[in-house]
């Protein structure tokens, strides 16, 4: 896998006359930091049903933001007119927002030093951008999978789906910093629905593949099985159609990477974003119980735990090589042995808390668009393996009385990220160390802290799978960013299991 290539369409746009033409006017008006970037954002998505492709839709955004520190408060505005007077012209509007910020800023803005970074180009590691692949091509792929679901078994309807999206920025600063950046990432993903004969049960099932921030290959080069996966998928349907619901209860867990690393982003990577822990960013799902006065003494779990926060990990959905607002990326522990001991943060909280990172910020700064101001966002967030744990088999091995969940479906999480629970696509009883068929209607729950601490091993590197999403919101007014988190399968004891249709009061 090597990196893809800058897009010359991109290269060729005013880039550099549009930042210096900003720079220039913002540090004229008094600006002691201004930054500017200019994001082109292709989308494109497709969906097909019962062998018709129904959707097949192309968006793109283009524009440019200036965000400057003027008498130490924020302004920000942005432009889509691609001009050097329009540049001026945005330029001079960020400054009049600082200087009404000013007026209500009650501790100025600092910003954690960074080296400065000339010139740099970075590109995400994919072999084939889908954009580059015919749209009849993509489409014919989707509705051949809904086909060769479709009438197999119980499946009444099947769905496929793909999305794609290739992100081009440029940023740079009176610093001196300048980048140039491309990333792919790509969501394939198909469902098959039923119900049974008899009982009239309805349900579906899904593929478990992750979104990645790979190229077309992901389709081709045998990375996953999908045919190995479209014919299991009205096998798997049927067993679950049939399967008897869950008793509730207690019961050791072993979770599987597709459902654990939705876990992970709710209960441990919001939890970690500093500005919620600090109890200013509440949009979105709440705060944080990990608040800044734990750290270092939180056991936010068992010591088997380490987590990592990252922006450097191959093919995640948050790699970068810099952050919106020139940081090069970087890797950190969240929580080491079971104890908290970072944060993820951005320049101005770097500075804020210079005990933290070595005083510089960790690259967790984002803006879902050009039209937006960068945020802190999380980094591929993800639960390290143990270097000789056991397989997953090996840790079923180790259950006597449990269930084994995989792939992830519905979750809830209260305002405080720490009471939670979360449901899933497939689960199997687990009797003596062997799956003992499937299960319907589990729900596990908890507090993240017990949750956590539960864990009492992790699996081996050949079990971690980097799984993630493309759509996690934050803030007001809404961003949405792409995220991933690695973990591999884990074994968790004791854990407090819901019957959903109990629950529901049917």
């Known amino acids: 896998m090597t990196a893809g290539v800058l897009d010359p369409t991109f290269a060729e746009l005013p880039l550099h006359q549009l930042a210096q033409a900003a720079l220039q006017r913002a540090g004229e008006l008094g600006a002691t930091h201004a930054d500017f970037r200019l994001e082109r954002l292709r989308h494109q998505y497709l969906a097909a049903r019962d062998g018709v492709l129904q959707t097949a839709a192309d968006a793109e955004d283009l524009g440019f933001g200036v965000r400057v520190v003027h ?37 100025p803005v ?7 970074h000339a ?34 078994g119980p499946v009444a309807h099947a769905t496929s789906f793909l999305q794609q999206v290739q992100e081009n920025k440029y940023y740079a600063d009176l610093s001196g910093t300048a980048t140039t950046q491309q990333r792919v ?8 629905s039923g119900t ?90 709440g705060t944080s119980f990990a608040t800044y006065d734990q750290l270092g003494t939180l056991q936010y779990g068992s010591p088997a735990m380490t987590v990592t926060g990252d922006r450097t990990v191959t093919h995640g959905l948050a790699t970068v090589g810099y952050d ?18 970072g944060y993820q943060l951005d320049r101005a909280m770097a500075a804020a808390h210079p005990e933290l990172n070595d005083g510089r910020s960790n690259g967790c ?22 270097p000789e744990g056991p397989s997953t088999d090996g840790l079923i091995g180790s259950v ?17 990220r720490f009471n939670f629970q979360f449901t899933g696509q497939r689960f199997y009883r687990i009797r003596d160390g062997r799956l003992d068929g499937m299960l319907r209607d589990v729900a596990y729950q908890a507090t993240t802290t017990d949750f956590w601490n539960s864990m009492e091993a992790v699996g081996g590197p050949e079990t971690w799978v980097l799984g993630g999403a493309f759509n996690c919101g934050k803030a007001q007014p809404g961003q949405v960013a792409a995220v991933s988190h690695g973990c591999p399968s884990a074994l968790f004891r004791g854990v407090n299991v819901l019957n959903t249709v109990a629950e529901a009061g049917r």
């Open 71 to 107: 008498g130490g408060a924020w302004g920000f505005a942005s432009g889509i007119v691609l001009t050097e007077d329009e540049a001026v012209r945005v330029a001079e509007a960020a400054v009049a927002v600082a200087r009404v910020a000013a007026t209500m800023t009650l501790r």
């Open 110 to 116: 600092e910003l954690a030093p960074e080296p400065v």
């Open 119 to 152: 010139g740099a180009v970075w590109v995400s590691a994919y072999d084939v951008n889908p954009f580059d692949v015919a749209t009849a091509e993509k489409a014919a792929l989707l509705v051949e999978w809904t086909r060769r679901l479709s009438g197999s």
């Open 185 to 192: 990432r790509i969501q394939p993903g198909f469902e098959a």
């Open 196 to 285: 049974h004969a008899t009982s009239g049960v309805f349900d579906t099932m899904a593929s478990i593949a992750p979104p990645v921030g790979r190229g077309w290959e992901y389709l081709t080069d045998g990375s996953w099985d999908w045919d190995g996966e479209l014919a299991q998928t009205p096998e798997l349907l049927a067993e679950k159609l049939s399967a008897p619901s869950v008793q509730a209860g207690s019961y050791d867990l072993v979770i599987d990477p597709s459902n654990l690393w939705l876990t992970i982003h709710e209960s441990i990577g919001h939890a970690t974003e500093l500005d919620r822990a600090l109890g200013y960013e509440a949009n979105y799902a």
């Open 324 to 341: 919106d607002e020139g940081v090069a990326a970087q890797s950190w522990d969240i929580v080491r042995d079971g104890v908290l001991v």
């Open 365 to 386: 700064a984002y803006a879902d668009s050009p039209g937006h101001i960068p945020i802190q966002r999380m980094a591929n967030v993800s639960l390290q393996p143990d």
């Open 400 to 416: 006597e009385d449990g269930i084994y969940i995989v792939g992830d479906k519905s979750w809830s999480i209260d305002m405080q």
